[in-house]
Nanobody, 116 residues
Framework: QVQLAQSGGGLVQAGDSLRLSCVASGRTFINDRVDWYRQAPGKEREFVAGIWWRGGENFYTAAVQGRFTASRDTAKNSAYLQMDSLKPEDTAIYYC?????????WGTGTQVTVSS
């Protein structure tokens, strides 16, 4: 079974950058899509970004377009979310997720806090 281990969150100031990592174990990704979601206190979990494993095509929600970059390292079976020009409204727990045999697998989550 696929497991996703996350790291890279932290407390930063507005305008700073962070890079989140999502390391997959259990099988090698081939035709998968890895998505990033976030959940702020008192809010629903929302889609942030996604990347197709095979071709590397990525896509984003409008709120982060131009500031966040999703990437992957196929040799390391790992996905990344580079977050630049962070804003206080980016504060949330960030999760990576992938669908494995019809089941959504979620990462452990990592807290990102952006102070103004």
């Amino acid at each position: 079974q696929v497991q996703l281990a996350q790291s890279g969150g932290g407390l930063v100031q507005a305008g700073d950058s962070l890079r989140l990592s999502c390391v997959a174990s259990g099988r090698t990704f081939i035709n998968d899509r890895v998505d990033w979601y976030r959940q702020a206190p008192g809010k629903e979990r929302e889609f942030v970004a996604g990347i197709w494993w095979r071709g590397g095509e990525n896509f984003y929600t409008a709120a982060v377009q131009g500031r966040f970059t999703a990437s992957r390292d196929t040799a390391k079976n790992s996905a990344y979310l580079q977050m630049d020009s962070l804003k206080p409204e980016d504060t949330a727990i960030y999760y990576c997720t992938v669908t494995d045999h019809g089941r959504d697998i979620w990462g452990t989550g990592t807290q990102v806090t952006v102070s103004s």
